[in-house]
């Protein structure tokens, strides 16, 4: 069968981590991306469910914002600094 080349774009942190773990894997990046291309055509569509991420107004966001507010206004909140996670 013949192969082609094909250029995608992507983070370099998310290369650098796919990488890493096709190797544990014992493949390529390249043979995983095959995989998926294959996996795709066989079932018609991205072989794995695409969601958005849940909605800050999503009722368990909203129920938690309510309680955080409550305990607030209690007095039982305390000022810390902002920490930024990767």
């Known amino acids: 069968m013949a192969t082609t080349t ?9 290369k650098r981590d796919a990488e890493a773990l096709c190797k544990e894997m014992g493949m390529t990046l390249s043979t ?3 995989i998926f291309a294959k996996t795709m055509i066989r079932k018609r569509g991205i ?4 969601t958005g991420s849940p909605s800050l107004y999503d009722e368990p966001n ?12 209690a007095g039982h909140g305390r000022e810390h600094e902002l920490v930024e996670t990767k």
């Open 47 to 50: 072989p794995f469910a695409v």
């Open 6 to 14: 094909m250029t995608l774009r992507m983070d370099a942190d998310v």
């Open 32 to 34: 995983a991306f095959n």
């Open 62 to 73: 909203r129920s938690h914002m309510r309680a955080a507010m409550e305990e607030l206004n």
